[in-house]
């Protein structure tokens, strides 16, 4: 049975850190629903109705179209070990760019001023509503880790390939929607 939540409690922020991967959703009126998932060691719970991840580059920048045109945004956790629950945080997100001093604030306020190569932006999410459902459907897993492949290819890429793919792949939606990424 669903449970709703005005913000993340303690026992909710206990849950949280024993995932492992989180996924995003988001879309506005007239786009396709974009559903991406995450490493939660790129996650921040900053306040009982904030939550902030590090984005890295990707091959799509879907969340900060979606951010720029609507701001829904909703972030969903799956208990894939231990006892079955499925956690949802709603609300409104923004993006902060790379180039602003309120990326590198929360950079070396939550990520001990690490960057890894590749990062693109930080999204931030105002929570409204936090639910929580059963997870009886959601399999078992055993996690193994996480996968290099995303700093292996940063790596490989360097960081002015990297600033090159972005401004190719991450400039606009899939839908045509402008990200924002190289406003200003």
């Not at 005005?6 to 206990?14: A, G, K, S, Y």
Request: glycine letters at 8%; charged letters at 25%; proline letters at 5%.
């Amino acid at each position: 049975m669903a449970k709703q939540f005005l913000n993340i409690d303690d026992r909710l922020r206990d849950f949280i850190a024993r995932q492992h991967v989180f996924f995003t959703a988001s879309a506005t009126s007239d786009s396709r629903v974009n559903v991406s998932p995450r490493e939660t060691l790129c996650l921040r719970i900053t306040s009982p109705n904030t939550a902030i991840y590090l984005d890295r580059t990707g091959s799509g920048n879907e969340t900060s179209a979606h951010m720029k045109a609507d701001g829904r945004l909703t972030i969903m956790f799956c208990a894939v070990a231990g006892p079955p629950m499925i956690l949802r945080l709603y609300g409104h997100g923004r993006i902060i760019h790379r180039s602003s001093a309120e990326y590198r604030e929360l950079l070396h306020d939550h990520y001990a001023g690490e960057e890894p190569l590749g990062a693109r932006q930080i999204v931030w999410l105002d929570i409204d509503l936090v639910q929580t459902s059963c997870g009886f459907g959601v399999p078992l897993f055993s996690y193994e880790g996480e996968r290099p492949s995303l700093d292996q290819w940063a790596k490989a890429k360097g960081p002015e390939a990297i600033e090159e793919y972005r401004r190719e792949k991450n400039a606009f939606s899939m839908d045509g929607l402008p990200t924002g990424m190289f406003d200003g």
